[in-house]
Structures are given as C-alpha cells and as structure tokens.
C-alpha cells in the first residue's frame, strides 16, 4: 500500500488540463535534431538527482531520440543553475526524454528510470542533497499516471522499502544552460570523476543488486 512521503508521495494534480501542460525550448538551448525521426515521438519528464547521470542513463536506451536536461516543478521562470541549486525555486533538476513509442514504451522508461536511481532516498539522491535533487516521475494525463504508479509500487514491492520518488503532474520545464547539455559526452572526464566520487555506482548496487529486478 502506497503512504504518504517519506513513503511515496502521489501528487497528482485534480482536472490537470492540457492547457496547463507545457514544454518550454527556449532558455538559449537550440532543439538538436536526431538522425532517427520516427512518424510519432513522445516526451516524458524525469528527475533523479545529478543532471548529466540522468541525461547519460537515458541515452544509453534504445528508443530514446533525444534528451534535454533543465528544471521543472518550481514556481520561477526561466530559472537558471544557480537559482535552483539553491533550492528556493521549487524546481527538481530533470531531464526530458523524447522517445518512439514504437521502440520503447513509457512503461520501459520509468521502470529503467527507477532502476537507475536510489528509490529510497527522500532528501535527494547519492552524494547531492537537498529539494532540487530529489526523484520524480512528472506525468500527463491518465495513462502515464497509471504507468508511474504501478512503477512505484513496484519498486516499493521488490526492495521491501518505502520509496520516496514522488509521482507529479507536469508542469512547465525549463531547459538549463547549454554548458549543463550533454554534460558526459562533452566533459566524459569530468563527468565520470564526479560519479565515482558520488558513489552513485556504488550505491545502485547496494540498493537493486547485480539482476535487474521486474517491477
């Protein structure tokens, strides 16, 4: 059974419409375009703490087209790096997947998503810490909604722990500042240093284990 945060918090919006859902291309991050274009894509929206971990996990699935990290949740437009880090924007650090539904499903992306993450952590993930870093799932309409929730009980179900990601309506999101964009691909040094530091490795291992669990 699903509780309240620190357990799961489901904070799904009443009457969401879809004229309160919204992404937003600007903040001086030009669309990159892939050279796979399906007849159809779709977006989702997640936040798991580090931006470029997040970003990097994605990337490596199949399906996935593009991904653009930024801010989403808060309450400031066009919030920059600075603002959110420190935490008085409302914002989570996030990451918007653009995928083809014919190769991979929502279902696979949250579960992958969640699998990727520490669940468990209700004050932000690995060595970041703090409102900006905690997890999500930011969902719109129904069918999403659905897929988040079975996603978190599954989690909750495996581990034999309360889980902490929170399900919530999307809202705007915000892209970050270029230099945040593709992070582990144009400082692969750099990015692989601060991982290993953080621990984050490390942790996904205490946490999910060697196999890779259904949910």
């Known amino acids: 059974m699903l509780t309240n945060r620190p357990a799961v918090l489901i904070a799904i919006a009443s009457g969401l419409a879809a004229s309160s859902i919204a992404f937003m291309s600007g903040g001086g991050v030009d669309d990159r375009r892939a050279e796979y274009a399906p007849i159809?894509?779709?977006?989702?929206?997640?936040?798991?703490?580090?931006?470029?971990?997040v970003e990097a996990d994605f990337d490596k699935m199949t399906g996935v087209i593009e991904t653009v990290v930024g801010y989403t949740g808060g309450s400031v437009e066009r919030p920059t790096h600075k603002q959110v880090e420190s935490g008085e924007t409302g914002h989570y650090e996030a990451v918007k997947v653009t995928y083809d539904p014919a190769r991979i499903s929502y279902e696979a992306l949250a579960a992958n998503f969640i699998r990727?993450?520490?669940?468990?952590?209700?004050?932000g993930q690995f060595c970041d810490?703090?409102?900006?870093?905690?997890?999500?799932?930011?969902v719109s309409g129904s069918s999403e909604r659905n897929a988040a929730v079975a996603t978190v009980s599954g989690a909750q179900r495996v581990l034999g722990q309360n889980v902490a990601t929170e399900i919530r309506p999307l809202t705007v999101f915000w892209p970050a500042e270029e230099q945040y964009q593709d992070y582990h691909v144009k400082n692969a040094s750099k990015y692989a240093s601060k991982r290993e530091a953080c621990g984050r490795d490390q942790r996904l291992m205490e946490v999910w284990g060697t196999k890779v669990p259904a949910l």
């Open 129 to 138: 810490k703090g409102e900006p870093f905690r997890s999500a799932i930011f």
């Open 116 to 123: 990727t993450i520490d669940p468990t952590d209700d004050n």
């Open 40 to 53: 159809r894509v779709a977006t989702a929206v997640f936040a798991g703490g580090c931006l470029a971990c």
